[in-house]
Every structure is written in C-alpha cells, then in structure tokens.
C-alpha cells in the first residue's frame, strides 16, 4: 500500500477529523478542569515544587503529568462524544495509558474495541459509527479498514507520533531499513511500523548493539531472526537489509538510550562504508518528543536532590512512566510505580508495580517513621488529580492533614 497517498486523500475525506474542533472547546475545557486539574498542585507548583506537611516533604519533579499532546487527545474524544450525541463512538485502544482517563470514556458511552485471540475485532463497528483513534495513534490497515466501512474517523494522534511516520516514509521512500527503538507490542510502534517499508525493532542499546555486530562480522541469520521473531517486517534479511539504515522510535523511549543508538549506528555504518559513504548507508532525524524529554530531566534533577524515595504515578502499562522509574532505579533509590492512590492502604502499605515485572507487590510500612523527603512525579497521561489523591493519602499515613499545611 501507498500509505503516503492513502493519508493523503484520508486527509481530504469530509469524515475525517484531525485538526478541526466540533465548536464546544470552551465547554471541554471546564469539564476537563474539573476532571482532572488540582488547586493543590497549582499551589505546590507556585511555591517552588516543595510541600512541607509535618515529617513530610514533598519535591515535586519540575516537568510531570499530561503533555499537550494528552490534553489534545482527550479534549477532542470528549468534543466528539458532544457533537455526535446520538451516534454510536468506539475507540480502537486506550486513549492515553491511564485508568481514570479510560474509565472516563466509558461513562460517556464511548465503547472500546475489544481483543479477541490477540486481534482487534470491528465485526461490531459499522458506517456512520464514530471512531476514535488514540494519541498512539493507529496501524495504516486499521485506518484504511474504517475508511472502507464509511465510519466517521477522530484522529486525536499525537503530532510528534506523526512526525515519526514521516521520517519512516523517508527511510522507505530511499530504500533504507527503519530501525526502529521501541517496544514491538506497543500501540504506538505498532502503528509506526504500519508506516514504514523494511523494519527492524530494537527495545534497547544491548539489542542495537547485537544488531551493529551482525553489520560488521556477519552471524547466523537463523538465530537473528528468531532473536527478534515478532520485531521485523515481512520477508526481513539482515544480510540484506542492514546495508542502509534509518534511525526512529517510540517517542517515549528513553531519550538518551534513543541517542546512544542512534550513534552506535553511525559509528558502525562509518566503520563498515567509510566516511564518503555513510550517507548511502545510514539516516537519522531527530524524533524524540518534547514532552518525555522535559520529563526525563526533570527526573533527573529530582533524584538528585535530597530525597528517601519516590512515587512514580501513571498507567502500568505507560511507557513514558516506566522509564522514569528506570531512572530511580539507576540511582539506587527505593521507587514505587503506582497508577493511582487507591494503591496505597489500607495503613501504611503500597501496592505496585516494581520494573519489568508482571505482578503487583504490596510492601508494608513503606513509610518510614519521623521525618522524610518524598520526590513525586508522573508520567504524561496522569492527571494532577491523581497526584494529588496520592499526597493526601501520603500525609493521611504520616497522621496529618492538608488543613495544618496552607
């Protein structure tokens, strides 16, 4: 398929909506604000990110919660479900990777599409039903499919997200290979492989660097491709295919292992071809967002300050908000990955979510006694509600209240 072209005429369609509001942006906004915006935080915000409660203190990170591209995404699902009262609204995956968000949705009657046997099935979705596609945005074939049943299309991806499609149609429109940092099962680099033509995805710097060998001494072709069985295009042969190469990513990777990739390619691509040739052989744009970007610094500052440990709020299945536990980890502090502040009690236990884990895990008297400094931050689709839930029950351990603090 020309996905280029098949964008391209989408973007004409009368029943596709990407950029237009529906004209209830004003009343979207206060419904948000009362959703998911906190008088609290706005105060902790103003008096330079720190909130002393008794034994508390709280360091919020400097940069945490929803991004622009959230907010965007969520404002356009809640004007559609307004501007098409009575028509039947589905959405093709989670929103955002956030529980209150999604469970928001489905009050408002906006029906997901369900997974059977690992596949999307829109055997239920019919023309003129509405169809919201999330800020991960969607596959080319799920877009074209939903064109094809005459369903009305919101596309609330995010900007940056299409910024990687476009750098992937440069990489195949040259005949280079996307080597693509990413998750293979995610959302997002589901739909950013639909994108592109050859496709090799790497979750991080020891697969890239598997990989950068494979380009310079060669290997067993066998062992490479059941190495990365499910994270390769249709017909991938490394002999082949790794003699031009693209750099792109999931845009809530790491951004400094997204860099470190990036580089380990132009050093092997130079070794292999030689400088007057490197760029017949390797292409990188720079397709990290903004948002994760700010987020990860400002991680990094707040790890660096004097703190016994940090909260880390956000969907367990976000990717931006698994990264910034990484970060804590790095620095060897006690970090606890929770997706809302029903995870803390009853007393003083935490249920979460430790890195790369499966399960849960309740930890008892996580809060230590007397005094102690708590770094908080979030990850870009959790509200500043959610952060808030989690201080109050943090000071309600600690046997203070939010009243002896303002």
């Known amino acids: ?70 907010e965007r995404a969520i404002a356009m699902a809640y004007e559609a479900r307004s501007h098409f009262p009575n028509q039947r609204i589905w959405i093709t995956n989670e929103i955002i990777h956030n529980p209150e968000v999604n469970h928001q949705l489905k009050v408002m009657n906006v029906q997901f599409i369900e997974l059977i046997d690992g596949e ?48 992937v149609e440069k990489h195949k429109k040259r005949e280079f290979t996307s080597i693509i940092h990413g998750k293979y ?26 990989v950068a060998n494979y380009i310079l001494n060669g290997g067993d072709k066998a062992e490479f491709l059941q190495k990365f069985a499910n994270a390769h295009s249709a017909g991938f042969d490394p002999d082949r295919d790794l003699q031009a190469v693209g750099i792109a990513n999931q845009t809530t990777m790491l951004k400094g292992e997204t860099e470190l990739i990036g580089k380990l390619f132009e050093r092997t ?15 990188s744009f720079n397709t990290i967002c903004d948002a994760t970007q700010e987020r990860q610094d400002a991680m990094f500052s707040l790890v660096d300050a004097d703190i016994d440990l940090i909260v880390v709020i956000g969907g367990f299945n976000s990717s931006n908000t698994t990264h910034l536990q990484e970060i804590a980890i790095e ?33 008892p008297d996580w809060l230590p006694a007397g005094k102690i400094s708590i770094g908080v931050t979030s990850g870009a689709s959790t509200p500043d509600k959610a952060v808030q839930e989690v201080i109050e029950k943090i000071f309600a351990i600690k046997s203070k209240t939010l009243s002896t603090v303002m």
Not at 130 to 147: N, Y
């Open 120 to 167: 999307k099935d829109f055997s239920g979705v019919g023309e003129g039903d509405v169809v919201i596609l999330p800020a991960f945005g969607a596959s080319v074939q799920e877009m074209k499919l939903l064109h094809d049943k005459g369903c009305t299309i919101v596309d609330t991806t995010c900007p940056w997200v299409s910024k990687v499609w476009n750098t």
């Open 331 to 363: 620095r060897q502090l006690p970090s606890f990955h929770i997706d809302s502040a029903t995870r803390i009690g009853p007393g003083n236990q935490i249920e979460h979510k430790p890195l790369h884990e499966q399960a849960l895990v309740t930890t």
């Open 269 to 283: 691509l130079l070794k292999k071809y030689g400088p007057l040739a490197l760029n017949e052989h390797f292409h």
């Open 1 to 70: 398929m020309d996905t280029k072209a098949f964008k391209r005429a989408l973007n004409h369609s009368e029943n596709y909506y990407r950029n237009q509001g529906f004209g209830q942006k004003d009343d979207v906004a206060g419904q948000m604000k009362v959703e998911y915006e906190s008088d609290l935080i706005q105060t902790i915000r103003t008096h330079n990110n720190q909130l002393v409660n008794g034994d508390v203190t709280i360091h919020l990170a400097e940069s945490f919660g929803f991004c622009w591209g959230v």
């Open 185 to 210: 099962q995610h959302e997002e680099t589901v739909a950013t492989s639909s994108f592109a033509g050859t496709y090799l995805i790497v979750l991080n710097l020891t697969e890239a660097e598997y």
